[in-house]
């Protein structure tokens, strides 16, 4: 072989690394992420920009003996013509064609989404009640039963684009985006898998603290904030992975350090201030505020994009209405970072946050087989959205209310007080 | 309102030219667009022309060539030919509507180091026998376009140079004429009067000969010589393929005798097959050798039984813009438009009036290769015998 250049060869070497930790990413996900099991079919959902991780996904994919990868791609701008121009009655139609797949995805398949939009901006100027409204429904309803229904493992993860790197330092600085999530997700540890063996048995730890405390409600407070959230009373908490019906354990969300409960659709009352800015179908909401009063948000103000979220927590009846809450505190590697990420996917695991929309039913016991209004007798809320937004930080105090009556702090300036004496 | 930023005025005329005159998509429709995902900025500029001309919903579907790759490196066997069935049931839906395809591959040797014999096979055959059913029964207005890309500029100029690809495409699909559907109206009379010619004539057969090339082939009484304006059955006009300059026709797969020499590289299933030789005999590909790539021709023709057999003869001379270039584009939507060519594999069902069997070849392949050149003599024989030179030296010698 011949000489080459010395310039040449770190230039391979650094692109050599940049592949390396693509893969390695690209195995987390297929491995520990949504587990994927030999004979399985993967899908995939990713944005056209993410195709460097989809390719890697599926090299790891059928290395973990995946039948078929098949991957969809979703194109922003796509979407942006779609609602400058679809009919209002076709906004939200789903095709026969996306129906077969999502069948075909709650038919024992493995599903990974990849998040991280490069142009968080882009639907900004158009009519954000559209926006909100824009999509397939049907579709949506199904893949989200067949979430709830533990049939498929799953698992959504980022893939760091310049347009983010840009909303968060300023500058496209995609290398020090790529650094915090692979902070974030523990890729910086010798072996991530064992890493993540590891931090998923402590946050499965302090799910088992909040279930032994049979707690009624949990209670924030803070500026802006008072607001009590009533559970179910045969909710579990929840964290730290699932396990599909078929005995397939996963982690949903790359990373991932919360514990979530869902909360009964009737009960919750009071003010809410979200405290980081939400990422919503290509605007940022902004200081948005919510009250609610026998569960349903009846005013929703923000700085910017409270359209947004009006429009789309009218998609249908149960839009206005909670379905999760979830708690997490300062030891995140995510709220470690300091950063804001624009993405539901980090800020979510930085702190606590509520979400309206579908609820999170797979901790919910005694709910197999029933239809939409047996589940919405029993409290869980059914909607073709769900949507998290930011609630928690250090001026945030939680507290459990026993059905007792008994308050029980949980969290004071970001620090977990359960277990400690 | 800006539809957003940078955008590219050539690619905006481009995407109004094939859906205004390629597709020819009619208000209401569907249009369903198949592009590989580095064609993304294509895609989205054909969907803002779609919904301009007011189609009802686009639907774009993206493949990645690098997952198919990983599909047939690392993939069992049964993944290579499945067809999903929700993929099954999107081709369905494109009965009656619009589709927009695309050429022009980034990454043209992304399979070269692949087994052959696994890239042929992986081919979704359920998906082509629905495309066959409704190309028979004229159902979709379609048409296929190339997007240039730095990996295809570099595999025709040795450069990467993308503002020269885009300047040779522009020019042979008359983007460089300041009213381009004007011009194209134009240039499809002149390809349509060249059909009429031959089908009046009404050839037995045609002969070629050349350097390595000597080879007759039979038409059919049924069959008639056409150019690229194809109508669905109900009536829409449209365009195939941009460019195009060739006229054509689906020839009796049951006579064809000799020796082919093919003219040009071709580029097939992410390879390049140089310097093909085929013989012939009793209407059959009965040998396959080539200076490289036999073997991808050699797995194509094993796809199925009726492979191995022609599905189309094509006429192009000199005045081509494909061939004026000058240029080898290593893709057959240019390359068949720089001169001569013939397929293997499934006949122009959009030219025969008759059964399949009655002579048009149905197969679940179809590969156009060059066979034109000036060296390159064609004749039309009567059936009586009588030879009438069609080409000499890239020149057209019936009258027009």
């Not at chain 1, 995939?44 to 078929?68: I, M």
């Not at chain 2, 240039?187 to 031959?198: F, N, P, T, V």
């Not at chain 2, 240029?327 to 013939?342: G, R, S, V, Y």
């Amino acid at each position: 072989m011949g000489r080459r250049p010395v310039g040449h060869l770190i230039e391979k070497s650094i692109l050599s690394a940049a592949m390396e930790r693509l893969d390695r990413y690209a195995d987390l996900i297929v491995r520990i992420g949504a587990n994927v099991q030999p004979g399985q079919t993967l899908f995939v959902s990713a944005l056209v920009e993410h195709a460097p991780l989809v390719r890697a996904v599926a090299r790891s994919g059928y290395d973990a003996g995946a039948r078929l990868v098949d991957v969809r791609y979703v194109d922003q701008h796509l979407r942006r013509s779609f609602i400058e121009h679809a009919a209002e009655e076709d906004l939200t139609e789903t095709t026969t064609w996306l129906m077969a797949r999502t069948e075909a995805i709650a038919d024992g398949g493995a599903l990974i989404m990849l998040a991280g939009d490069p142009e968080p901006e882009l639907l900004a100027d158009l009519d954000q009640a559209r926006v909100g409204k824009a999509r397939a429904v049907d579709a949506l309803n199904r893949q989200l039963k067949a979430q709830n229904d533990l049939a498929v493992n799953w698992t959504i993860a980022a893939y760091p684009t310049e347009g983010q790197a840009a909303q968060m330092f300023g500058e496209p600085d995609l290398e020090r985006l790529w650094d915090a999530v692979a902070t974030s997700v523990r890729l910086d540890e010798p072996d991530p898998v064992a890493a993540w063996q590891q931090h998923v048995e402590r946050l499965r730890g302090r799910r088992e603290q909040l279930d032994a405390l049979g707690l009624g409600a949990i209670h924030f407070s803070g500026p802006g904030t008072d607001l009590t959230v009533g559970l179910l009373p045969n909710g579990r908490w929840m964290g730290g992975g699932l396990t599909t019906t078929s005995g397939i354990t996963h982690v949903p969300n790359l990373p991932t350090e919360e514990v979530f409960a869902c909360p009964d659709w009737r009960l919750t009352e009071g003010t809410v201030r979200s405290t980081r800015p939400l990422q919503l179908g290509g605007t940022i909401v902004r200081d948005l505020e919510l009250r609610f009063e026998s569960g349903e948000a009846v005013e929703v103000r923000a700085s910017t994009g409270a359209d947004a979220v009006r429009g789309e927590m009218s998609v249908d009846e149960f839009g206005k209405r909670l379905g999760e809450v979830a708690l997490a505190d300062g030891t995140s590697r995510v709220g470690q970072n300091g950063l804001t990420f624009f993405d539901t996917l980090f800020d979510e695991n930085a702190t606590c946050h509520i979400a309206y929309g579908a609820g999170v039913m797979f901790g919910v016991d005694g709910v197999d087989g029933l239809g939409p209004e047996e589940l919405r007798e029993r409290g869980i809320n059914l909607s073709a959205v769900h949507t998290d937004f930011m609630i928690g930080g250090p001026d945030v105090a939680v507290d459990g209310l026993t059905r007792e009556g008994k308050r029980i702090e949980i969290m004071r300036e970001d620090t977990w007080l359960l277990g400690r004496q | 309102m800006a539809p957003g930023p940078s955008v590219d005025d050539r690619l905006e005329r481009y995407a109004e030219l094939a859906v205004q005159v390629g597709a020819n998509i009619e208000a209401g429709q569907t249009v369903f667009i198949q592009m590989i995902v580095e064609h993304a900025p294509f895609a989205r500029a054909l969907t803002r022309a779609a919904y301009a001309a007011g189609a009802r919903y686009v639907d774009v579907w993206y493949r990645d060539e690098h997952v198919r790759k990983a599909m047939i490196e690392y993939g069992p066997d049964s993944a290579l030919e499945h067809a999903p069935d929700w993929l099954k049931t999107k081709y369905g839906s494109m009965s009656g509507n619009a589709l927009i395809a695309s050429t022009g591959d980034p990454e043209p040797e992304l399979m070269a180091d692949l087994d052959g014999e696994r890239v042929g096979r992986a081919r979704m055959k359920e998906l082509s026998a629905i495309a066959q059913a409704q190309m028979m029964a004229r159902q979709i207005n379609w048409t296929g376009l190339a997007y240039p890309s730095e990996g295809w500029a570099d595999k025709v100029f040795g450069e990467p140079d993308l503002e020269r690809l885009w300047e040779a495409v522009a020019f042979c699909t008359r983007l460089d004429e300041p009213e381009p559907v004007a011009a194209w109206r134009e240039h499809m009379a002149r390809l349509e009067s060249r059909a009429a010619k031959l089908n009046e004539l009404a050839f037995d057969a045609l002969r070629y000969r050349g350097p390595g090339t000597d080879f007759t082939v039979g038409l059919l009484a049924g069959a008639r010589w056409l150019s690229a304006v194809f109508h669905t059955a109900s009536g829409r006009p449209y365009v195939p393929n941009m460019p195009t300059e060739e006229i054509f026709t689906t020839p009796d797969c049951r006579r064809a005798e000799g020796t082919i020499a093919s003219s040009r590289p071709l580029a097939l299933l992410g390879d390049v097959v140089e310097g093909l030789k085929l013989t012939v005999a009793g209407g059959r590909i009965v040998g396959v050798q080539a200076d490289h790539g036999a073997e991808l021709v050699r797995s194509q023709l094993a796809s199925d039984e009726r492979a191995p057999y022609f599905g189309e003869l094509a006429l192009v001379d000199g005045t081509s813009r494909v061939g004026q270039t000058g240029l080898t584009f290593f893709d057959t939507l240019f390359d068949e438009n720089a001169t001569c060519h013939i397929a293997y594999g499934f006949g122009i069902a959009e030219s025969f009036e008759g059964e399949p069997g009655e002579g048009m070849n149905v197969s679940s392949v179809h590969t156009d290769f060059m066979v034109g050149g000036p060296e390159l003599e064609i004749d039309g024989l009567t059936a009586d015998g009588h030879a009438v030179p069609i080409l000499r030296e890239d020149e057209w010698q019936l009258p027009e």
